[in-house]
């Protein structure tokens, strides 16, 4: 009986091949004939090897782990870009160094910074302004990123927000609202797309679009914002959220002070998380593919490290799709003026209150 670990030898032995040819097959630095590479399969599985990665990385220069930055973990939509980039990894063999910049433009550059010292290449979801990406590609290691750069040449993995915010907006006139505003996130690179595609949509029906600023992505900041709009002179009888974070805030504040919803605001967001669905009521929302977004980025990052990036390279664009659920209701004629009293009602009853 053998003792003491497997070595690349006795796989080599076990194969019938030379010890080199173990090296490059474990390191995917050359690809052989299937019959060769089956006995190499083989031999591995049945004897346990395991290769030792920081021998490995000393030799390659590799490390087989991939960098990914992301702008905060809470989200789900990028805990869905998480398991789709990390599923396609593990099929790879290669390791997710995760890094959340906690949507903090201040600390981004060098938490990023830091984690190019550790991989081979990145991913990175940025709220980075286009012409400050220049630094990332200096960093030297092959970087995808998540949205189109327009000036430099850097592959990219994005969906289209004009187009999303267009369909959104186009659902909602469908239903026969008319107020339509949009409860934005100004420092987000993809704010402006959505609010264009809206706008597109609303000048078709010569209608005007109220814009309101959240302060951040976050279901807290769509309850801040919330009384503003729903008790202001100018309430919508409905409003597209930034994402659905503040969508969801939106509607737990708008309930709170006293609205029916959807019968007084139709609600709708951007992302489809995962538990927008159970909302009460359940959250129309633009699926964005999240989880696809992150597996065809690793794969283009993969296929740049692996000398293909010709294959895959350039700007990828997944398209939206609409998912409609009970937070958006046809508005009926007589609705607006009933929501109106209903609004100074609540007004007047909140100044008794102080």
């Known amino acids: 009986m053998k003792k003491g670990a497997t070595t690349i ?21 050359q690809r052989f004939t299937p019959a060769v590479e089956a006995r190499l399969k083989e031999a591995i599985e049945q004897l346990g090897y395991r290769s030792n990665p920081l021998a490995r990385s ?37 390791t997710l160094l995760l890094v959340d910049t906690e949507e903090s433009q201040e600390r981004e550059q060098t938490l990023i910074e830091s984690l190019a010292q550790r991989v081979d290449g990145m991913i990175v979801s940025s709220r980075m302004p286009d012409d400050s990406v220049q630094w990332l590609l200096d960093l030297g290691k092959p970087v995808v990123l998540f ?45 402006d797309e959505r609010i264009r595609g809206i706008r597109n949509c609303l000048d078709e029906y010569g209608l005007s679009l109220d814009v309101y600023d959240a302060q951040s992505p976050s279901a807290a900041a769509g309850e801040r914002a919330c009384s503003g709009l729903m008790l202001g002179p100018k309430r919508p009888d409905a409003v597209i959220c930034y994402n659905d974070l503040i969508a969801l805030g939106f509607i737990k504040e708008a309930r709170e002070l006293g609205f029916s919803l959807p019968r007084d ?42 000398g293909k990036s010709e294959e895959n390279a350039g700007y990828s664009m997944l398209d939206p799709h609409l998912v409609v659920r009970e937070s958006t209701v046809r508005r009926e004629v007589g609705e607006a003026a009933d929501g109106d009293a209903r ?11 102080e």
């Not at 220069?61 to 930055?69: D, K, P, V």
């Not at 006139?173 to 008319?178: A, M, Q, Y």
């Not at 009521?281 to 283009?300: C, H, I, N, Y």
Request: glycine share 10%; no cysteine.
């Open 9 to 29: 030898r006795d796989v080599a032995a076990a194969a019938g091949v030379s010890v080199a040819t173990v090296s490059k097959y474990m390191n995917g630095t």
């Open 147 to 191: 949205g189109r750069s327009s000036r430099f040449q850097i592959s990219s993995v994005g969906t289209d927000s004009n187009l999303a915010g267009y369909m959104l907006a186009n659902h909602l006139l469908k239903l026969g609202h008319k107020r339509i505003a949009y409860l934005g996130f100004g420092r987000s690179r993809w704010n």
């Open 265 to 306: 605001v139709s609600i709708a967001g951007f992302d489809n998380v995962p538990y927008g669905e159970y909302a009460s009521p359940a959250l129309t929302s633009v699926d964005f593919q999240s989880e696809r977004m992150g597996e065809l980025a690793m794969t283009k990052l993969l296929d740049e490290l692996h």
């Open 58 to 94: 000393m030799i390659t220069g590799r490390t087989r782990t991939i960098g990914l930055a992301i702008l905060d973990i809470r989200n789900p939509h990028f805990t869905n870009i998480v398991k789709g980039a990390n599923r396609v990894a593990l099929q790879h063999d290669y």
């Open 343 to 353: 609004t100074r009602k609540s007004m007047s009853g909140m100044r008794a209150a």
